[in-house]
């Protein structure tokens, strides 16, 4: 059997316990709470997540030159159990970058009523 003795000549050090993996789990906690919230925009605001994408994809083309949004009626339809005729609306941003490439996006609405004439 072995038994552990403290030496005479020297004297016990207690070393503190280090705290620093706590703050790494934390930090580790709140980037996946920021990814799963990032996720979440994505099914809910499509338009808002692309503005972040395309932010992101400007840091590899040398950053963003300008930017150009339409909003525009792309057709109309007839909804059952609706009066007249529904709009849908389509918004493409082009996004034209540093380098000379650009971005296109295309979001589309569901139908929605209108006062516009569609023929």
Known sequence: MV????????SIVIKPRRRGANGLALLLVLLLSAGVLALGFSFFAPAKLSLLQERAIGL?????????????????????????????????????????????????????PTNSQCG
């Open 3 to 10: 038994k552990s003795a403290p030496m005479r000549d020297h």
């Open 60 to 112: 590899l083309h040398g950053g963003i030159a300008g930017s150009e949004e339409r909003t525009f009626i792309d057709a109309c339809v007839s909804v059952p159990d609706a009066e007249g005729a529904q709009a849908v609306t389509r918004t493409v941003r082009t996004t034209n970058f540093q380098d000379g490439t650009s971005l296109s996006v295309s979001f589309s609405s569901p139908p929605t």
